[in-house]
């Protein structure tokens, strides 16, 4: 048995990774009434599926995470390559499924399969793009097995048998760029719809289904941003720091924004002058009338 090496930046890295699984954990708790409110008793279609996979799957990418934190000492003979590549697959697919839901809003505002599926074609070129850059050598550091150079500057080499270290290469910063690309282009989508489109939507509902989804847009690129600079400026070992908070985000944003969506639907039919008459059943856009239960199905 062989004890791990540990610098301030894999403990940080470390304590950062646990602190974000507690982050989903507590979120989770405080919004758990909301969800059985909003979501439990709709029946299972394919947008509650990827909400479902978005709301629950990073507890199990984020628990491996948590888990490869803890740990630190190494077995003869032990490899933990496999480990770290279902973990990296979960943390994609959590993702993936919570900007699958982004998708869905955006086509709810807009209703053209054209659009949709351009946008899951972009979808698809993003993830191969951001795979193919990452598996490649373009930024020093590019994995957890190059030379670093401690504060006396020597380069060494790491000891990380059975890649079992808590330490991840530079090459991370692709798939944060890929991401930012891909929000930014449904961010300015988003804001073309919005602006254009139904320029004079003044409903409160409609107001917070757009703000919101701006929102949570801006909040990714923010984040994205940060784990770009995060990735690049620190030295090698403190790039493990961005692997949870990035899947947190996007679980939490994604889950939030439809509660919201659903509080501001129910407060609109408590209100005394919407008592029963069209404008429970419809929600009036500039360009014509959107079914509610199909805007509310497509924005889950």
Same mark, same amino acid.
């Given at each position: 048995?062989?004890?791990?090496?540990?610098?301030?930046?894999?403990?940080?890295?470390? &304590?950062?990774?646990?602190?974000?699984?507690?982050?989903?954990?507590?979120?989770?708790?405080?919004?758990?009434?909301?969800? %059985?409110?909003?979501?439990?008793?709709?029946?299972?279609?394919?947008?509650? %599926?990827?909400?479902?996979?978005?709301?629950? $799957?990073?507890?199990?990418?984020?628990?491996?995470?948590?888990?490869?934190?803890?740990?630190?000492?190494?077995?003869?003979?032990?490899?933990?390559?496999?480990?770290?590549?279902?973990?990296?697959?979960?943390?994609?697919?959590?993702?993936?499924?919570?900007?699958?839901?982004?998708?869905?809003?955006? &086509?709810?505002?807009?209703?053209?399969?054209?659009?949709?599926?351009?946008?899951?074609?972009?979808?698809?070129?993003?993830?191969?793009?951001? &795979?193919?850059? %990452?598996?490649?050598?373009?930024?020093?550091? %590019?994995?957890?097995?190059?030379?670093?150079?401690?504060?006396?500057?020597?380069?060494?080499?790491?000891?990380?048998?059975?890649?079992?270290?808590?330490?991840?290469?530079?090459?991370?910063?692709?798939?944060?760029?890929?991401?930012?690309?891909?929000?930014?282009?449904?961010?300015?989508?988003?804001?073309?719809?919005?602006?254009?489109? #139904?320029?004079?939507?003044?409903?409160?509902?409609?107001?917070?289904?757009?703000?919101?989804?701006?929102? #949570?847009?801006?909040?990714? $690129?923010?984040?994205?941003?940060?784990?770009?600079?995060?990735?690049?400026?620190?030295?090698?070992?403190?790039?493990?720091?961005?692997?949870?908070?990035?899947?947190?985000?996007? !679980?939490?944003?994604? !889950?939030?924004?439809?509660? !919201?969506?659903?509080?501001?639907?129910?407060?609109?039919?408590?209100?005394?002058?919407?008592?029963?008459?069209?404008?429970?059943?419809?929600?009036?856009?500039?360009?014509?009338?959107? !079914?509610?239960?199909?805007?509310?199905?497509?924005?889950?």
């Amino acid at each position: 048995m062989t004890a791990l090496y540990v610098d301030a930046g894999i403990q940080a890295s470390k &304590y950062c990774n646990a602190g974000t699984f507690a982050v989903l954990v507590f979120d989770y708790c405080i919004t758990l009434e909301a969800e %059985s409110q909003w979501v439990w008793h709709r029946k299972w279609t394919f947008v509650r %599926s990827i909400f479902t996979i978005s709301r629950y $799957l990073p507890f199990f990418g984020i628990g491996m995470t948590f888990a490869a934190a803890l740990r630190t000492q190494y077995y003869p003979g032990e490899s933990c390559v496999e480990y770290g590549k279902a973990s990296n697959v979960l943390h994609i697919l959590s993702i993936v499924a919570a900007e699958g839901l982004l998708i869905t809003r955006i &086509y709810a505002s807009w209703n053209s399969k054209r659009l949709l599926t351009s946008l899951l074609v972009f979808s698809v070129v993003c993830v191969v793009t951001s &795979y193919i850059l %990452s598996d490649t050598k373009l930024v020093p550091n %590019s994995t957890n097995t190059t030379p670093i150079y401690l504060p006396n500057m020597i380069g060494v080499n790491i000891p990380d048998p059975g890649n079992c270290l808590f330490m991840s290469g530079r090459n991370n910063v692709f798939n944060y760029a890929v991401l930012s690309l891909f929000e930014l282009v449904l961010f300015c989508l988003m804001l073309f719809i919005r602006f254009r489109r #139904y320029k004079n939507t003044v409903e409160p509902l409609q107001k917070r289904f757009f703000n919101d989804t701006l929102k #949570y847009m801006i909040y990714i $690129l923010v984040m994205s941003s940060f784990s770009i600079f995060l990735t690049m400026v620190p030295p090698v070992t403190w790039v493990s720091i961005t692997d949870s908070p990035q899947i947190v985000i996007h !679980s939490v944003l994604a !889950s939030r924004i439809l509660f !919201s969506l659903r509080t501001s639907e129910s407060e609109r039919r408590l209100e005394p002058h919407q008592a029963s008459g069209e404008l429970l059943s419809e929600i009036q856009f500039a360009g014509g009338q959107l !079914s509610t239960l199909r805007f509310e199905a497509l924005s889950v």
